[in-house]
T-cell receptor, first 110, second 113 residues
Framework: EDQVTQSPEALRLQEGESSSLNCSYTVSGLRGLFWYRQDPGKGPEFLFTLYSAGEEKEKERLKATLTKKESFLHITAPKPEDSATYLCAARNQAGTALIFGKGTTLSVSS | SQTIHQWPATLVQPVGSPLSLECTVEGTSNPNLYWYRQAAGRGLQLLFYSVGIGQISSEVPQNLSASRPQDRQFILSSKKLLLSDSGFYLC????????????FGPGTRLTVT
């Protein structure tokens, strides 16, 4: 069964303390790995799509990377406004839908 | 630019009552449309998706149904709500010709009492 697992479930950082979120996937024929940001009570906001191992995408303090078994979302020098839940999703070769992980809730304190 | 709307934003309904949630997309044609439910600690669960008017695929058997009466309108319904239907309902769209990323609406918080 296709599966996406995110770790840790929760992460607390001090402002400026860089870290990484992990997304491991077991998907038959990966056809895309997606990262979203979700603020409390709101819909997820699309961040990145990665299609092949070795690919990297960057946006401000966020950088997403992809290997054959997992993806990382690196957060460099985070600020309190980066606090949110980060969701990872994958698409397999057969599906029209995305398979989501349960997310990592990031809290950044000043 | 494209915009997705959902309403209502919040809803409190008694068990056994009917449900109708609406989603509309602006600024695009022929989108793929999706309904998800997000329950605490359980992640996003795909309920229905549609590739065109009148075309609905169900991912999870339940007492919910979906309809797509117009190209950019997607409706989630129930004849009789259960307590287990409580959750955060999200509508999403994807460009027909493009990447597979989905774009989400603001969501509807449903509480069944």
């Amino acid at each position: 069964e296709d599966q996406v697992t995110q770790s840790p479930e929760a992460l607390r950082l001090q402002e400026g303390e860089s870290s990484s979120l992990n997304c491991s996937y077991t998907v038959s024929g990966l056809r895309g790995l997606f990262w979203y940001r979700q603020d409390p009570g709101k819909g997820p906001e699309f961040l990145f799509t990665l299609y092949s191992a070795g690919e990297e995408k960057e946006k401000e303090r966020l950088k997403a990377t992809l290997t054959k078994k997992e993806s990382f979302l690196h957060i460099t020098a985070p600020k309190p406004e980066d606090s949110a839940t980060y969701l990872c999703a994958a698409r397999n070769q057969a599906g029209t839908a995305l398979i989501f992980g349960k997310g990592t809730t990031l809290s950044v304190s000043s | 630019s494209q915009t997705i709307h959902q309403w209502p934003a919040t809803l409190v309904q008694p068990v056994g009552s009917p449900l109708s949630l609406e989603c509309t997309v602006e600024g695009t044609s022929n989108p793929n449309l999706y309904w998800y439910r997000q329950a605490a600690g359980r992640g996003l669960q795909l309920l229905f998706y549609s590739v065109g008017i009148g075309q609905i695929s169900s991912e999870v058997p339940q007492n919910l149904s979906a309809s797509r009466p117009q190209d950019r309108q997607f409706i989630l319904s129930s004849k009789k709500l259960l307590l287990s239907d409580s959750g955060f309902y999200l509508c999403a769209w994807r460009r027909l010709a493009g990447g597979w990323e989905q774009y989400f609406g603001p969501g509807t918080r449903l509480t069944v009492t």
